[in-house]
């Protein structure tokens, strides 16, 4: 398994239907919404495995001075649970310190909840309910100040 950045008609296309078969399809979303429409400022990651197979998916972008904000981290069903989420977190914390942040937020699902408080997020507070049902809690992982 190798982490890229999309680049190519079919990464960005493979990339989009996952988060759109992880993020959306189950809660009958319409096609389209997976994109936002900030996606050409933000840093995107990819984990491709045999077969060029997408296994997950993220963004992050700035969102205050200094604060990395990830979001939309979509992992295959079949592929979640096998390290794939903090292969992508790691190398999306480390972009982050090269670009001088000093923490990442994002905002998790509950059932995520357990996965980012394991590699070192923490509950700033309960957020929103998505699609009427989806709770989300605002998570915060301050990162280590680079040399």
């Known amino acids: 398994m190798i982490l890229i950045t999309p680049t190519t008609a079919q990464h960005w296309q493979a990339y ?14 319409p096609h389209g919404s997976e994109i936002l429409a900030d996606e050409a400022s933000a840093i995107h990651t990819m984990a491709i495995g045999e077969s060029e197979k997408v296994l997950g998916v993220a963004r992050m972008h700035e969102s205050a001075v200094r604060q990395g904000q990830v979001r939309c981290v979509a992992v295959a069903t079949d592929q979640q649970g ?31 909840v357990p996965f980012y408080e394991s590699i070192g997020y923490s509950i700033i507070e309960k957020s929103y309910l998505l699609f009427g049902e989806i709770q989300h809690y605002r998570m915060k992982k301050a990162l280590p100040l680079s040399e």
């Open 16 to 29: 989009y239907a996952l988060r759109f078969s992880v993020l959306r399809e189950p809660w009958d979303q």
């Open 82 to 112: 096998k390290g794939i989420g903090k292969l992508i977190m790691s190398y999306l914390e480390k972009v982050a310190m090269e670009k001088g942040w000093q923490e990442i937020i994002l905002e998790a699902r509950e059932n995520a």
